[in-house]
């Protein structure tokens, strides 16, 4: 099955867009904090001129849907719903975190990633990851928000740490997680390179959602409360 699918991520203060193409992938990346706005259409843009296509031959588009930064986020799914209704395309909404521990596994050739981005308050955005083929990730019990102290971790296994949060955070996440612990990559941002890579596999799962349900996860209940503190 071929598919153009087009994707972006604003989840953290990197931001990127990307083009996938029967497999093959463009992107656009720029470590940007609080120019998403500005920066994102241009890279679509510069992208469907790249490949020579417009977005009425898109098949699907897929964004980073979080956890992250309250405004990125939020961008994210603005753009790629006006994107949809626009063109009336179907939407892959993917974890933000399940890119993180792709990108990881790609970059470390590790098959188990423990991915955490900073998600201020003390806390840390947290989710396990091992690669299920296919391009595709498999998640350990279930994503979520909380003081590094309180990490679910798997029982065994050699895993790498990816993200800011370990940056942030790492002293108390090593303490939890262990000798399970083979490497920590804290500068790792995730990109929208990896989030076009699991919206292609789950567009052939058939896991898509009309534009009016591309809505942000930001895993935290009040929202609003913290928003000045998720700044990228």
């Known amino acids: 099955m071929s598919e153009l699918l087009l994707a972006i991520?604003?989840?953290?203060?990197?931001?990127?867009?990307a083009l996938s193409i029967d497999g093959a992938v463009l992107e656009r990346y720029a470590l940007a904090p609080r120019q998403h706005a500005a920066l994102m259409l241009p890279m679509i843009e510069s992208l469907l001129l790249e490949a020579g296509i417009t977005v009425s031959q898109l098949d699907v588009v897929a964004f980073g849907r979080g956890p992250g930064s309250f405004?990125?986020?939020?961008?994210?799914?603005?753009?790629?719903?006006?994107?949809?209704?626009?063109?009336?395309?179907p939407v892959v909404p993917v974890s933000t975190l399940a890119a993180l521990a792709l990108g990881g596994m790609q970059m470390t050739k590790g098959t188990q990633v423990m991915a955490a981005l900073d998600a201020r308050k003390a806390e840390v955005y947290w989710g396990c990851y091992t690669h299920a083929g296919n391009g595709a990730v498999m998640l350990h019990d279930s994503e979520c928000v909380c003081a590094p102290a309180?990490?679910?971790?798997?029982?065994?296994?050699?895993?790498?740490?990816?993200?800011?949060?370990w940056e942030a955070c790492g002293e108390t996440l090593m303490q939890k997680a262990g000798e399970r612990i083979v490497r920590v990559v804290p500068d790792f941002e995730p990109r929208a390179s990896d989030v076009a890579r699991l919206g292609v596999h789950d567009y052939r799962q058939g896991l898509v959602v009309g534009p009016e349900a591309a809505v942000p996860v930001y895993l935290r209940n009040?929202?609003?409360?913290v928003k000045k503190s998720l700044r990228q």
């Open 150 to 165: 309180d990490i679910p971790c798997p029982d065994s296994g050699d895993w790498v740490g990816v993200g800011s949060g």
């Open 222 to 225: 009040n929202v609003a409360e």
């Open 9 to 17: 991520e604003t989840s953290t203060p990197a931001c990127s867009a």
């Open 71 to 89: 405004t990125g986020v939020r961008i994210a799914a603005s753009v790629i719903q006006g994107i949809a209704f626009a063109a009336d395309l």
